[in-house]
């Protein structure tokens, strides 16, 4: 083991400029920092604990949404009242992810920047650009079942292995961050990036830069969320293909049921397991606005996102499996087939 120096931070400032000079890691619950230094992924000289500074915390904010402190636990967050009223599909995807122990471990900002589980990535015997750039990409001639269909590039196939983070995408979140030159906010689906030419780098995070917190904003009233996840065992397991859903209906129509169908309102749509980043859907979110809430359009629509995936050879098999998934949670969403999934106005009254 490389040795290394560890420091306690006392001051969020503070902690940003000694975490600015190479060679520094934030240390939070550490479920995954831990095991990269086990595995001799991650050599830092110095780790600095950010576990007692403020940052706990769940507010309301002015808009009608919430700020999330960075060091709120998954477990907590998942659980929290507020949470699972308003935004329901998080709290899903909060609970889909890891085991209960490592979710009462896992921070918000910490899951946001966990790392691919790409077994090349993890076995420093083999070429891996992320690990180590310009060795060159392992998966590409190798097993590629849990890589990207999506977004990758010649130097990463890659996926992002975050749950929660496709629920924020979809959730149109803000990232705040604190940096040597202040606080400022950075929009979730510009967060994380996809592989290009530096796949080394996950996020667009600064030197030091330190997360703070989430916002969510509000979600209009009567909004239908849901997250859905494939994954080869039910429990302890990344996923294959998620979908995390918001929509609003503009004429609800009967509901699918003895009437016309409703109408898509606004229609926001992240993927998960299908590459570097949370995929926000965006050709087919354009294309079911205003449009009838059929399988049929819901479908052509899906069609129209995926065109773009680029499969492997182990992993064509992620094209359907995200059509048919994203398929399922729409139209149960607009059919009220999932009435768990809408925002309960009585929960902005709790505590």
Known sequence: MKPFEYERATDQAE???????????Y??????????LKLGIELPDRLLDITHLPLDGIEDLPDGGLRLGA???????????????????LSQALLSGASGQLRNAATTGGNLLQRTRCVYFQDVTTPCNKRAPGSGCS?????????????????CVAVNPSDMSVALAALDARVIVLGTDGEHGIDLTA???LPGDEPDRD?????????TAVDLPALPPGARTAYRKVRDRASYAFALVSVAAVIELEDDGGSGTDGAPPTFGTVRLALGGVAHKPWRATLAEEALRGAAATEENIRAALDAELKRAVPLRDNAFKIPMA?????????DLATDAAPENREDPEDRKQP
């Open 15 to 25: 902690a940003v400029a000694t975490a600015a000079s190479p060679g520094t890691r």
């Open 27 to 36: 240390l939070a619950g550490g479920t995954n920092l831990v095991d990269h």
């Open 71 to 89: 060091m709120v636990r998954n477990s907590d967050l998942a659980a929290h009242p507020r949470v699972r009223g308003r935004y329901p599909v």
């Open 139 to 155: 998966a590409l001639e190798g097993y590629t079942r849990y890589h990207a269909i999506l977004g990758a590039s010649d130097e």
């Open 191 to 193: 967060f994380h990036r």
């Open 203 to 211: 996020t667009v995070l600064g030197p030091g830069e330190l997360i």
């Open 323 to 331: 059509r048919n998934t994203a398929t399922s949670v729409l139209r």
